[in-house]
């Protein structure tokens, strides 16, 4: 019977992400909506310095700063060893927020299709103003109103889950571990068969619309990705039967590797004992610092910034907001010193589309190594490091010819924490040079991948990104 119900949800969502024009005025309806919410819904962010945050204390004694409740997060100093790596030992600031937040989308049958309820979303981090966020993206400290601002809309629906029916995906995962100590969200998707009141900035969609939606720069935003990321999303159903599209081999393999039958180049069981072998024998050693102590780091009154100029930069924002649950505050950001590369290479064996996965070990990570795309890094970065640093199919990824480049997106990272962090997404297609085999990485079907999204800390957001932007395709 779970296997039944299980085949229906996977059905019910395909069936959903086929109907890319919606079902009231496609995609030009929402462009109006959403140009109209965005003039009465909207951020202002002004830069100051570090000492001047209301409401955020610099510790006299170790520099770190953190809020005068005790809550939402601190931005302490951390030392990371990586015995026998290229860069051995280094120190950064680190954002550290213990508390599980919820990213959480409802989901609806309108007139027989499942629909997913939408928010358009200011974050002070945002270049571009809105984007299409979850129904619910809130931390532990947001929806207890430690803020003392507004209530959290449609939070009820999140809360006691388990003694929900109509839940679609259910998982805590983790979020950017070179940014982020340990930190961990829960992903959830929930059906409702009740009526649910449309509020103002929000919108129910097809998986289709926001899969068009992902094609656009700067749109769909990552809490969004995450969530729709962990769907049980196989792409059979709906308008996609059986060689439908054949003509486009990459259509037809990317179609194969959502399904469970199809011929794999690893056994699952060989994924996770690789996967427990990368964890048991990579050494990550994290400690402590105090802000105030990093070597190779200077704070200035506006900003915490590397010698180099590279990685990245704390600084300090004062937000002015409308159509948020608090109309102003201050907080700290992280600010990448430029725009990332994080990309897929896919190869096509025995007709079934495969990803290249890297297990990827970050100082932030609960346990040691997760799942990332082929390539994730900040490239300019690498010019502050040794050569033998420089991530492996970089160039494979960046001197791709047109021709090979199955998704190009310019996407946002989180808004709230981080300030105009901008990657490039990419699936490309790999030439003949790049390898079967390399001990760090693994060739995986679409299908294993959605394995493993079933559990906690198995596939960084970074990859969960791409795997939402892979399933866009579909019916491209």
Not at 188 to 201: F, H, K, Q, Y
Not at 411 to 435: C, I, K, M, T
Not at 438 to 461: D, F, I, K
């Amino acid at each position: 019977m779970n296997d039944a119900l299980a085949l229906q949800d996977q059905q019910r969502i395909a069936e959903s992400a086929a109907h890319r024009d919606g079902l009231r005025g496609g995609l030009a309806a929402f462009d109006a909506w959403f140009a109209a919410y965005g003039r009465q819904c909207y951020t202002q962010v002004e830069r100051v310095p570090l000492d001047e945050l209301d409401g955020w204390v610099t510790d006299p004694d170790t520099g770190d700063l953190h809020h005068h409740t005790g809550r939402f997060f601190t931005v302490h100093g951390l030392e990371v060893g990586r015995p026998g790596t290229p860069v051995p030992l280094w120190t950064q600031p680190i954002i550290d927020q213990p508390e599980v937040g919820i990213l959480g989308i409802l989901a609806r049958r309108i007139e027989g299709v499942l629909h997913f309820l939408m928010q358009a979303k200011a974050e002070p981090g945002n270049a571009g103003g809105l984007q299409l966020s979850p129904t619910v993206q809130a931390t532990r400290s947001n929806y207890t109103r430690a803020h003392r601002g507004g209530s959290v809309p449609y939070l009820e629906h999140f809360q006691d889950i388990h003694r929900r029916p109509g839940v679609l995906a259910d998982v805590r995962q983790s979020e950017q571990g070179a940014w982020f100590y340990r930190k961990r969200n829960r992903n959830v998707v929930i059906e409702t068969r009740d009526e649910v009141e449309v509020l103002e900035g929000y919108r129910w969609m097809t998986l289709g619309q926001i899969h068009r939606l992902l094609s656009r720069d700067d749109v769909v935003n990552m809490d969004a990705r995450t969530v729709l990321a962990c769907l049980p999303f196989t792409g059979a159903g709906g308008s996609h039967r059986p060689g439908k599209g054949d003509g486009d081999g990459f259509a037809a393999a990317l179609r194969r590797s959502g399904e469970a039958q199809a011929p794999a180049v690893h056994h699952m069981r060989d994924i996770l004992s690789w996967i427990t072998e990368m964890r048991t024998t990579t050494d990550v050693a994290t400690r402590r610092l105090p802000l105030a102590a990093l070597p190779a780091w200077q704070r200035t009154p506006q900003r915490i910034t590397h010698e180099s100029g590279a990685f990245f930069d704390v600084i300090g924002v004062r937000v002015s907001a409308r159509g948020r649950e608090v109309r102003s505050w201050c907080q700290p950001m992280i600010e990448p010193a430029d725009r990332g590369v994080v990309a897929f290479l896919t190869r096509t064996v025995e007709g079934v589309l495969h990803v290249l996965v890297h297990a990827r070990a970050e100082a932030g990570f609960a346990d040691v190594v997760e799942l990332a795309p082929t390539v994730q890094c900040i490239p300019s970065s690498y010019r502050a490091l040794p050569p033998q640093a420089l991530p492996p199919f970089l160039p494979e990824v960046l001197d791709a010819p047109a021709e090979r480049i199955r998704f190009d997106t310019v996407l946002s990272e989180e808004g709230g924490r981080f300030h105009r962090a901008h990657n490039r997404y990419l699936v490309v297609e790999a030439s003949a040079e790049v390898p079967m085999d390399h001990p760090e990485y693994r060739w995986m079907t679409l299908h294993q991948l959605a394995g493993l999204l079933r559990h906690s800390h198995y596939v960084n957001v970074q990859a969960r990104s791409l795997v939402a932007c892979l399933h866009s395709l579909y019916g491209a």
